[in-house]
């Protein structure tokens, strides 16, 4: 195991999130803050309760998975994607460093960064809506499973990614409208049957819904058909990553 | 012959259908300056990639200090250093948190004495939080050298390190090339300043198409195929060489001034006594006499152009 090389990696990937702060963490907190303003405390307070929660406090799990899962992919797209853009990932390829130990310092890096994010719009979400967390210990899972997941998932576009425009594509085009579709500002009950039966193909659904099981105890879908997926989803961006390293698709000619 | 590196049968076509290695063998021998010229598009940068684990190999077998490149890429890794041909830098990192970076994920544990040393060996030790962005052309070449050097390789690869580059940097480069091997690194070069690599290699490789045309030690190289010329400077014009010298391999410039001689500086009779001779016999006065051998550009652009 190369381990300095790992720490070379995480360390250099952390210090890039330091030198752009306002882009990497003020910016998403503050434009959350706006749907905890606008959702929340404006139009929520004419929403009635669901499942015996408010309407401010019900959107705060899928508001943190919305950012979470958009910045993780952010993160971890452009850490491989930059190198591979300037030409500096001739170190990386020449470096006696593994897939895994790479996949470590990159996703490690961004899964940490979509953390600490992730942390301080709870915090924030405080200042705007009260919300309790039933299960502690399962919200930190559910947090940082995701995080690794979808960091896992913008390695895999920023290496899958030839210009900017495709690193935009996935994250704007497929996560977002999913996450908005995903039970981030209602539950999947409050669709008609036939929509609540389209909305399950939507793997979104399970994240928001096990993440907001912990704050709340109540869910769309059972906790563990939440985790499970989560895990799968999970597994197969593992294979994928494996798989591009051992082959050198679109790193090594 | 201990060869540090041992290239055998490597071949590689890119996905384009560009056959970029035909079959090519070659060994680099332990503490020796290799510098390996060809023409743009020879193969030179894809050799140099393989061995480094940039591009994949086609076929063939690479063995790095005995190891091979691909079953034992962490040995073999760990002791080449890379100088690219591109200035290819994290232009908002400063010079210090780059080489500690490059250092890492080489897999050596932090050595801030040792940075210090290569740093102020380039003459970079004043820039050291500098960040990249704002250096000039060649102080970011020096980067990259600081760079490959920051594991302390056995084995330094430089992909024409010196092109854009002034005068004095590039000497100053060369003088810490020589360096580097008077403490027991390796250095292959590519370079298009073919009197560079004349003044500094042990020993020459030239790729063209492909294919490696030659490898040979500098000296016997220029020996062999290099052309040695005697010049003799007439004291009068003349229209055409006169008879009784045709067993002379002798040109007459267009000025009519300038008798021209080739002849092998190995053999035993290289035919310039009699030449003089005849001369002084058929009364052909000349005012002055110079000999002079090809450069090493001169035998390149022959091979090249006949390898065409």
């Known amino acids: 195991m190369n381990f300095y090389a790992v720490m070379a990696i995480y360390k250099f990937e ?240 | 012959m201990d060869a540090i590196i041992s290239v055998k049968n490597l071949s590689k076509t890119y996905a384009s259908g560009q056959h970029a290695l035909k079959n090519v063998s070659l060994d680099i021998r332990r503490g020796e300056i290799f510098a390996l010229l060809g023409p743009n598009g020879a193969g030179k940068t894809t050799l140099i990639s393989i061995i480094c684990g940039i591009v994949n190999p086609g076929s063939g077998i690479v063995l790095a200090d005995g190891h091979d490149i691909i079953t034992e890429y962490r040995k073999t890794r760990s002791i080449i250093g890379l100088v690219p041909q591109e200035l290819t830098t994290d232009v908002f990192e400063s010079v210090g948190a780059t080489m500690s970076f490059s250092r890492g994920l080489f897999g050596k544990p932090p050595d801030d004495a040792y940075i210090e040393k290569v740093l102020r060996d380039l003459s970079l030790w004043d820039r050291k939080d500098t960040k990249i962005i704002t250096l000039s052309g060649g102080m970011k070449r020096r980067v990259l050298i600081a760079k490959a050097l920051a594991h302390e390789p056995r084995i330094l690869f430089l992909d024409e390190p010196t092109a854009g580059v002034d005068v004095e940097l590039r000497r100053d480069m060369w003088n810490m090339v020589r360096g580097l091997r008077e403490s027991g690194v390796t250095i292959i070069l590519t370079t298009h300043y073919i009197e560079e690599a004349e003044q500094i290699a042990d020993r020459i490789g030239i790729i063209n198409h492909g294919e490696i045309i030659l490898v040979e030690d500098k000296h016997t190289l220029k020996r062999k195929l290099g052309r040695r010329q005697l010049k003799l400077t007439l004291r009068n014009p003349i229209s055409r060489i006169p008879e009784g010298f045709s067993e002379f391999k002798l040109e007459l410039t267009p000025d009519g001034m300038t008798l021209v001689f080739d002849f092998d500086a190995n053999a035993g009779e290289t035919g310039i006594a009699g030449l003089l001779k005849r001369l002084d016999e058929r009364g052909v006065d000349f005012s002055d006499v110079n000999s002079s051998e090809s450069s090493l550009e001169e035998i390149f652009v022959n091979l090249v152009r006949n390898g065409n």
């Open chain 1, 14 to 253: 952390m210090a890039r999130m330091w030198r752009t702060l306002f882009q990497s963490i003020a910016s998403p907190i503050i434009s959350t803050s706006l749907y905890f303003v606008v959702f929340g405390t404006a139009i929520g307070s004419r929403i009635g309760d669901i499942g015996g929660v408010t309407y401010g406090a019900f959107i705060v799990p899928g508001l943190v998975m919305l950012t979470l899962m958009s910045e993780s992919i952010s993160n971890a797209s452009y850490g491989i994607y930059m190198p591979r853009f300037a030409g500096t990932i001739y170190e990386l390829l020449s470096a006696p460093v593994s897939s895994m130990e790479a996949i470590l310092g990159y996703v490690g890096a961004a899964a940490s960064k979509s953390v600490i994010l992730g942390a301080l719009i709870l915090v924030t979400a405080r200042v705007f809506v009260p919300y309790n967390i039933q299960h502690p210990l399962w919200m930190v899972g559910f947090l940082m499973l995701t995080a690794v997941t979808f960091s896992m998932f913008g390695f895999i576009i920023g290496i899958w990614a030839d210009g900017f425009e495709k690193l935009q594509v996935v994250p704007l085009m497929i996560v977002t409208p999913l996450t908005f579709l995903g039970g981030s500002f209602y539950s999947i009950h409050m669709l008609p049957p036939f929509w609540q039966k389209v909305t399950l193909f939507n793997p979104v659904v399970y994240l928001i819904s096990g993440f907001r099981w912990s704050f709340y105890g109540v869910s769309d879908v059972d906790v563990r058909i939440s985790l499970g997926m989560t895990l799968v989803f999970l597994t197969v961006c593992i294979v994928l990553v494996w798989w591009i390293f051992r082959t050198g698709h679109k790193i090594k000619n």
